[in-house]
């Protein structure tokens, strides 16, 4: 059974910085596209960013040039840094993994596994 696990959530003021981390059991990080996904109460779930098997990156458009995807598959995790962070970006983050290594997906259906999530909360 492979699993993820999210950490490194928490309170942060607007304009602040988090390093979210994803541990992957198993061999799910290695050979697996890795994103990261979020939801804030009351909407749906929706994508923020993913990494494929080449380090390929992807992210959404309200986050670009806030936020960085990377992976390190010597550890099986995959981390979020998220800076300049700001109200709208409050949520629980989840972490996804792909069986198919060099897809780009952006929706939810794509992915194999999920982690619980980590809430992230942004005060203004």
């Known amino acids: 059974q492979e699993q993820l696990v999210e950490s490194g959530g928490g309170v942060v003021q607007a304009g602040g910085s988090l390093r979210l981390s994803c541990a992957a059991s198993?061999?799910?990080?290695?050979?697996?596209?890795m994103a990261w996904f979020r939801q804030a109460p009351g909407m749906e779930r929706e994508f923020v960013a993913v990494?494929?098997?080449?380090?390929?990156?992807q992210y959404r458009d309200s986050v670009k040039g806030r936020f960085t995807i990377s992976r390190d598959n010597a550890v099986n995790t995959v981390w979020l840094q998220m800076n300049s962070l700001l109200p709208e970006d409050t949520a629980i983050y989840h972490c996804?993994?792909?069986?198919?290594?060099?897809?780009?997906?952006?929706?939810?259906?794509?992915?194999?596994?999920w982690g619980h999530g980590t809430q992230v909360t942004v005060s203004s």
């Open positions: 996804a993994a792909s069986k198919f290594g060099l897809r780009m997906a952006v929706g939810t259906d794509a992915y194999d596994y």
């Open positions: 198993g061999r799910t990080s290695i050979g697996y596209a």
């Open positions: 990494i494929n098997i080449h380090d390929k990156t």
